[in-house]
Nanobody, 119 residues
């Protein structure tokens, strides 16, 4: 079983910063691509950013230049540094990862962490 545990959400004012962390634990051979998604009330869950095991990154247009995704492969942890936060960034942020378990690739989700940006 593979679990993702997120931390770092909270309440911040417009223009502020937060850093989210997500650590994978359990039994697996390796973790491939890791990413962050977010879901605001009444909206679908959208990709924020992802990073491959080799470090290639991709960002949603709405966060480019403000958010930075990074990872520590030795710790099986992915981070999301969020700067210049806006009220539109308010959402539940979910960590996502592809875990290699035996001969299978499993998609795993975290429980979500709430980010609230006040105006």
């Amino acid at each position: 079983q593979v679990q993702l545990v997120e931390s770092g959400g909270g309440l911040v004012q417009t223009g502020g910063s937060l850093r989210l962390s997500c650590a994978a634990s359990g039994t697996f051979f390796s973790i491939n691509t890791m990413g962050w998604y977010r879901q605001a009330p009444g909206n679908q869950r959208d990709l924020v950013a992802f990073i491959t095991r080799g470090g290639t990154t991709n960002y949603a247009d709405s966060v480019k230049g403000r958010f930075t995704i990074s990872r520590d492969n030795a710790k099986n942890t992915v981070y999301l540094q969020m700067n210049s936060l806006k009220p539109d960034d308010t959402a539940v942020y979910y960590c996502n990862a592809e875990a290699v378990v035996g001969i299978r690739n499993l998609e795993v989700w975290g429980q979500g962490t709430l980010v609230t940006v006040s105006s």
